[in-house]
């Protein structure tokens, strides 16, 4: 229990706390760590309340000497302290910078994070150390909340936070000669997903003292939160050996599982590729002590490591035959479908050995693609097989060479019958027609998947696409991107946009007005004056949604646009978006446009059903309303 204040303390807070002179303030704020807890939450609220700098700096200045309570009530203000925070720790007093920078960090206040990064090259070791400090639990303090989820709001609040927090982390690796701090390279590689353009940018630049200081930190950090940084560093030639020793070595299954789950980097190339640089993986040996958990999803991303990587054939197959035989479905499911992908003699002779020994699903998987591949030797003998193979194959074989002569709902509904009932020879068709060199096959093989929609069954198989070379597969693709949710989705989706066919730019537009457009503002915003007609119409129309005044401003501009095209796209967005104000000048349009397609489509705009008869009376024939 407290001790009893003195009368006369309490007496001069009392004087103290009735003047409302800016001057006063600082007296007051001086006082608290004498105050006990109930008149020290009083004093704090009144110079919450009063808001005058000189106490409010005070406030600040004072963190590191007050207790726990008196603590974490300033933290409770954190967002009201701001300017004085920024005061207060330009400071040439050094225990009042640090007492800034603490509460700064011990609050998790992203927002003021850019003070720490000023902090850095203030010519005081002190100061530099625990603002690098404080950068590096900002960092940790995001990865976790991330990992702890939350709904859109809270996500779009961490959002945020995330940025804040990388921009100062940029300020603090191009000063990084100043202060030499490693705790900012170790936030910068932990938030790698914001942070890898502007590190791997400072990495590679000639002679630069990053790459061993990052090599080093990666080499020595065995943390499951580096796995992420792990692989993007494959695609960087000056960490790459560091990456893939790490790689190699790890043994940790928390490592594995994080790396695992972190496979989606690899759709980009560069990541990709780096990959083949990986000769072995202890934790696939035998003899390793502890084994990760591949289930569920994460075994179809463990398949793809082990295939991504550099390994010598036997190993990979000996991986995918000890999953097939192994008691987890969905990961020998995975490697079992890696095996059929592979048209090799040393991939055939595994897969006579699935088919003699494996289980009865396994089995009759592997005895149909032995079939495939060699049809003279027949159908070889495994459990199961003999009974379902020529029903199986006509009426598959039936409703694919029917597929486009049905119409959408039969297209489903039979579709959907026959891979229930047929699971494992449907599924194999379609990744079969997918590798098919043949555009019809594919492009067939892809609307079959949208239509049934199994996007989110196969997304490695999407993805995949988004980079094939026909750009009408690519399209196809990026617009199957919508089924996927995730952070590999969110990297395809941003380099769709920079695709150089406007189809697939559109396509990805469209995908993201179902996402949280506010991330994306400013890629859309750069496509509101677009030169293709398709993208700057989705562009305008996904941020009009969100009430952005850019967009009102480019639609308008649009609709006067030299182009006929684009004039034509506007009246669609304006009949998309039931944008009953713009009637007036649609209408000028369906009169006075010089392009007779332009007229027309005004025309149809005026005459469809939400916008007959708004704000004009009888529309039945619009050239006869006056202006």
């Given at each position: 229990?407290?001790?009893?204040?003195?009368?006369?303390?309490r007496?001069?807070?009392?004087?103290?706390?009735?003047?409302?002179n800016?001057?006063?303030?600082?007296?007051?704020?001086g006082?608290?760590?004498?105050?006990?807890?109930?008149l020290?939450?009083?004093?704090?609220t009144?110079?919450?309340e009063?808001?005058?700098?000189?106490?409010?700096?005070t406030?600040v200045?004072?963190?590191?000497?007050?207790?726990?309570?008196?603590?974490?009530?300033?933290?409770e203000?954190?967002?009201?302290?701001h300017?004085?925070?920024r005061?207060?720790?330009?400071?040439?007093?050094?225990?009042?910078?640090?007492?800034?920078?603490?509460?700064?960090?011990?609050?998790?206040?992203?927002?003021l994070?850019y003070?720490?990064?000023?902090?850095l090259?203030?010519?005081?070791?002190?100061?530099?150390?625990?603002?690098?400090?404080?950068?590096?639990?900002?960092?940790?303090?995001?990865?976790?909340?991330?990992a702890?989820?939350?709904d859109a709001?809270?996500?779009?609040?961490l959002c945020?936070e995330?940025?804040?927090?990388g921009?100062?982390l940029r300020?603090g690796?191009?000063?990084?000669?100043?202060?030499?701090?490693?705790e900012?390279?170790?936030?910068?590689?932990?938030?790698?997903?914001?942070?890898e353009?502007?590190?791997?940018?400072?990495?590679?630049?000639p002679?630069?003292?990053?790459?061993?200081?990052?090599?080093n930190?990666?080499?020595?950090?065995?943390?499951p939160a580096?796995?992420?940084?792990?692989?993007?560093?494959?695609g960087?030639?000056?960490?790459?050996?560091?990456a893939?020793?790490?790689i190699?070595?790890?043994?940790?299954?928390?490592?594995?599982?994080?790396?695992?789950?972190?496979?989606w980097?690899?759709?980009?190339?560069?990541?990709?590729?780096?990959?083949?640089?990986?000769r072995?993986?202890?934790?696939?040996?035998?003899?390793?002590?502890?084994?990760?958990d591949l289930?569920?999803?994460?075994?179809?991303k463990?398949?793809?490591?082990?295939?991504?990587?550099?390994?010598?054939l036997?190993?990979?197959?000996?991986a995918?035959?000890?999953w097939i035989?192994?008691?987890?479905?969905?990961?020998?499911?995975?490697?079992?479908?890696?095996?059929?992908a592979m048209?090799?003699?040393?991939?055939?002779?595994?897969?006579e050995a699935?088919?003699?020994?494996?289980?009865r699903?396994?089995?009759?998987?592997?005895?149909?693609?032995?079939?495939?591949?060699?049809?003279?030797?027949?159908?070889?003998?495994?459990?199961?097989?003999?009974e379902?193979?020529?029903?199986?194959?006509?009426?598959?074989?039936?409703?694919?060479?029917?597929?486009?002569?049905l119409?959408?709902?039969r297209?489903?509904?039979?579709?959907?019958?026959?891979?229930?009932?047929?699971?494992?020879?449907f599924?194999?068709?379609?990744?079969?027609?997918?590798?098919?060199?043949?555009?019809?096959?594919?492009?067939?093989?892809?609307?079959?998947?949208r239509?049934?929609?199994?996007?989110?069954?196969?997304p490695?198989?999407?993805?995949?696409?988004?980079?094939?070379?026909?750009?009408?597969i690519?399209?196809?693709?990026?617009?199957m991107?919508?089924e996927?949710?995730?952070?590999?989705?969110?990297?395809?989706?941003?380099?769709?946009?920079?695709?150089?066919d406007?189809r697939?730019?559109?396509n990805?537009?469209?995908?993201i007005?179902?996402?949280d457009?506010?991330?994306?503002?400013?890629?859309?915003?750069?496509?509101?004056?677009?030169?293709h007609?398709?993208?700057?119409?989705?562009?305008?129309?996904?941020?009009?949604?969100?009430r952005?005044?850019d967009?009102a401003?480019a639609l308008l501009?649009?609709?006067?646009?030299?182009?006929?095209?684009?004039?034509?796209?506007?009246?669609?967005?304006?009949?998309?978006?039931?944008?009953?104000?713009?009637?007036p000048r649609?209408?000028?349009m369906?009169?006075?446009?010089?392009?007779?397609?332009?007229?027309?489509?005004a025309?149809?705009v005026?005459?469809?059903e939400?916008f007959?008869?708004?704000?004009?009376?009888?529309?039945s024939?619009?050239r006869?309303?006056?202006?």
């Open positions: 229990m407290a001790e009893p204040i003195p009368q006369c303390l007496r001069t807070y009392e004087i103290v706390a009735g003047m409302p800016r001057a006063v303030d600082g007296a007051l704020a006082m608290l760590a004498s105050l006990n807890e109930s020290s939450t009083l004093a704090v009144k110079l919450i009063r808001g005058n700098l000189p106490g409010l700096i406030l200045s004072g963190y590191n000497g007050y207790d726990d309570h008196l603590k974490a009530l300033v933290r203000h954190i967002v009201a302290l300017e004085a925070a005061r207060a720790i330009a400071s040439d007093a050094v225990d009042t910078r640090l007492s800034t920078i603490e509460l700064i960090r011990a609050s998790r206040n992203c927002p994070a003070l720490l990064s000023e902090a090259t203030r010519r005081c070791s002190r100061t530099a150390m625990a603002a690098a400090t404080a950068l590096k639990t900002l960092a940790l303090s995001v990865i976790d909340r991330r702890a989820g939350g709001a809270q996500q779009r609040g945020g995330t940025q804040h927090l921009e100062a300020a690796l191009d000063s990084w000669q100043t202060h030499h701090r490693i900012v390279l170790e936030a910068s590689m932990l938030l790698a997903d914001v942070m353009a502007a590190l791997f940018k400072k990495v590679s630049q002679r630069s003292p990053l790459a061993s200081a990052v090599g930190l990666l080499r020595a950090d065995n943390s580096m796995a992420a940084f792990s692989l993007r560093a494959l960087v030639p000056e960490l790459r050996a560091f893939v020793e790490r190699s070595a790890a043994e940790d299954p928390a490592f594995i599982e994080r790396l695992v789950d972190e496979m980097v690899t759709v980009d190339p560069a990541a990709e590729n780096g990959c083949a640089s990986i072995t993986m202890v934790w696939l040996e035998n003899g390793a002590p502890a084994q990760p289930s569920g999803p994460r075994g179809a463990a398949v793809r490591l082990v295939r991504a990587s550099g390994m010598p036997d190993r990979k197959l000996g995918y035959r000890k035989n192994g008691a987890c479905d969905a990961l020998g499911r995975a490697a079992l479908w890696q095996l059929t048209d090799t003699p040393e991939a055939t002779r595994a897969l699935v088919a003699a020994s494996g289980s699903e396994a089995a009759q998987i592997a005895a149909q693609e032995l079939f495939r591949r060699k049809p003279a030797a027949g159908l070889p003998a495994s459990r199961g097989v003999g379902t193979r020529s029903e199986d194959d006509s009426e598959v074989a039936a409703y694919w060479e029917r597929f486009d002569e119409d959408h709902d297209r489903v509904r039979i579709g959907r019958r026959l891979r229930k009932k047929y699971e494992s020879s599924e194999q068709r379609l990744r079969n027609a997918l590798r098919n060199v043949e555009f019809v096959h594919r492009e067939r093989a892809m609307r079959m998947i239509d049934l929609r199994l996007g989110h069954e196969m490695e198989r999407v993805f995949a696409l988004t980079r094939d070379s026909d750009e009408r690519r399209s196809l693709a990026v617009a991107l919508s996927i949710e995730g952070p590999a989705a969110v990297r395809i989706l941003r380099r769709a946009l920079e695709d150089t406007p697939v730019q559109a990805a537009i469209e995908v007005r179902d996402q457009v506010h991330r994306w503002t400013r890629e859309l915003g750069d496509r509101l004056r677009g030169k007609n398709r993208v700057r119409a989705n562009a305008i129309k996904t941020l009009l949604r969100h952005e005044r967009a401003v501009s649009m609709l006067s646009d030299a182009s006929a095209a684009h004039r034509i796209s506007a009246l669609w967005v304006a009949e998309q978006l039931e944008l009953a104000s713009l009637l649609v209408r000028r369906a009169i006075s446009d010089p392009d007779a397609r332009v007229r027309d489509r025309d149809e005026l005459r469809c939400q007959a008869g708004v704000g004009f009376g009888d529309m024939d619009p006869e309303v006056e202006s």
